[in-house]
């Protein structure tokens, strides 16, 4: 039936689905073991409420069930492009994706953890930042005992290379 012929009233409401984190167009979708199965985990609870959504409603039923499809067909995009990479296989004496890093920052002697992870898996409060950071591109294939420089607006933050280490 044509749309001309439907109420207003009666339109499909689009479901506004929030993007997942970026990931540029062409880059490699880089995955942790643990972010794969967080992912897996994600897709597994999507498909539960899908199965148990219980809306008394018919509309907000449907409305309900195509937000659940569009965060799913997202969410399988996302699956279907990982890059598992197996952390036990990089040069262990190098910083490469996977790799727990610990820093000492500046001059402030202060000490941080980070992994490098996927976008997906990134998340600075628990001390993963993305493979794609700024801070990341500096560290990858450095050393214990390296230095790095990363350039923010108005000043240069100096990072040495504490440990090195892949979980």
């Given at each position: 039936?044509?749309?001309?012929?439907?109420?207003?009233?009666?339109?499909?409401?689009?479901?506004?689905?929030?993007?997942?984190?970026?990931?540029?167009?062409?880059?490699?979708?880089?995955?942790?073991?643990?972010?794969?199965?967080?992912?897996?985990s994600?897709?597994?609870?999507?498909?539960?409420?899908?199965e148990?959504?219980?809306?008394?409603?018919?509309?907000?039923?449907?409305?309900?069930?195509?937000?659940?499809?569009?965060?799913?067909?997202?969410?399988?995009?996302?699956?279907?492009?990982?890059?598992?990479?197996?952390?036990?296989?990089?040069?262990?004496?190098?910083?490469?994706f996977?790799?727990?890093?610990?820093?000492?920052?500046?001059?402030?002697?202060?000490?941080?953890?980070?992994?490098?992870?996927?976008?997906?898996?990134?998340?600075?409060?628990k001390?993963?930042?993305?493979?794609?950071?700024?801070?990341?591109?500096?560290?990858?294939?450095?050393?214990?005992?390296?230095?790095?420089?990363?350039?923010?607006?108005?000043?240069?933050?100096?990072?040495?290379?504490?440990?090195?280490?892949?979980?």
């Amino acid at each position: 039936m044509s749309r001309g012929f439907v109420k207003e009233g009666d339109q499909e409401e689009i479901p506004m689905v929030p993007p997942r984190a970026f990931l540029p167009e062409g880059a490699a979708n880089y995955v942790t073991r643990e972010g794969m199965n967080e992912l897996l985990s994600e897709k597994e609870q999507i498909l539960n409420e899908k199965e148990h959504l219980n809306k008394s409603n018919e509309n907000e039923k449907r409305i309900a069930l195509n937000h659940l499809n569009a965060k799913l067909q997202l969410l399988n995009n996302r699956i279907d492009t990982a890059i598992v990479i197996h952390t036990d296989e990089q040069p262990q004496d190098e910083i490469r994706f996977g790799a727990k890093v610990t820093l000492t920052i500046g001059e402030t002697g202060i000490i941080k953890t980070f992994q490098i992870v996927g976008v997906d898996e990134a998340d600075v409060s628990k001390g993963k930042i993305s493979f794609l950071s700024p801070l990341a591109n500096e560290l990858i294939d450095k050393k214990t005992g390296d230095k790095v420089v990363l350039k923010r607006p108005g000043k240069e933050i100096v990072y040495q290379i504490m440990n090195i280490a892949y979980p």
